[in-house]
């Protein structure tokens, strides 16, 4: 046999690296070779999920969600990670699921900017990625779960209006507002209250509780020593509702002031609202249940929707104990 040519050794190797990596895979289609590997209940695809933290209930509902879920499929192994809150830790630990060789990726990110890399270099890499709840920035995902924000700040803010009756002085608590929910939970609320067409609303105190109960009390405690009046508190999430009522109780204020929150677990803000600590409360479903939904339909081969929008529902002092009232 004639030696081998440069030419002919570089064609081998082409082709032996074609033939490791597999024919290019799209979107939904994870590669040929992992298909005849994995996705048996002998040997499952490799689900990692990676979660912000597990600090508060919402979280950990999140995850209990997308457990009980993926449980019912056998040919699923889910790989848990939690980053305590910490958005580098959160990046490492992607890194390491990629490294883990996943089949696909669920996150959902601390904070959209230090979170898009890890996110979309898994992508690159032809690993169907599912962004739950927070956002990243840019495309590079394959799809998006998540309630639309904006529209739920809003409806907090038309509430606002109609249980002040178009007045009154207001503190608004807000989520992280580097994550894209803080943002969006504002915008809204400041859309649905039409300042302009309301001259007697006035938004007294803002302040960033970063989603954090112990925060949100904090911060509520200054709005309290400032402000001689206040008549709503909005929270951009249930924990923090709670931390300012708090806050308002050992002021001996908790009766002048109504508070309004986002997240409606039942077991947290469902319940706030049948004690009468809350007025008010909007959910936010965790989106558990439909990432795994997508999950298996993506490494079935199938495409899903760059965008999942899930509903909203509202609860009230008046409509709690029927379950709340869906909200078109
Ligand atoms: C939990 C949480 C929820 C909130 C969501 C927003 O970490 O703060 O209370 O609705 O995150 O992403």
Known sequence: MPAPTRATLAAACTLALWACKGPAKTDAAPSA?????????ES?????????????????QMNADVKKAAEKHPNLKLVFKDAQND?????????????????????SP???APLTQPVAEAYKKKIPVIVLDRAVQGDDYTTFIGADNVKIGREAGKWAVKALGGKGLIVELKGLMTSTPGQDRNRGFREGLELDKHPGLEVVFEADMQWL?????????SALTTRKKI??????????AHGAYLAAKAAGREKELKLVGIDALPHEGVEYVKQGIL?????????????????LDLLAGKSVPKKIVLGTRAFTKENVSQGGEAIP
């Open 213 to 221: 109960e112990p925060n949100a009390r904090k911060e509520m405690e």
């Open 110 to 112: 601390k904070e959209a």
């Open 279 to 295: 007025d008010a409360t909007f959910l936010y479903p965790t989106g558990g249940a439909e990432a795994i939904d997508s999950a």
């Open 231 to 240: 008549d709503l508190v909005y929270a951009h999430n249930d924990p923090g």
């Open 33 to 41: 070779t992992a298909q005849a590997q994995r996705g048996t209940a």
């Open 44 to 60: 499952p695809w490799l689900v990692g999920m990676s979660q912000c933290n597990l600090g508060e209930p919402w979280r950990v």
């Open 87 to 107: 958005s580098l830790r959160q990046r490492a630990q992607v890194e390491e699921l990629v490294a883990q060789k996943i089949d696909l990726l669920i996150i």
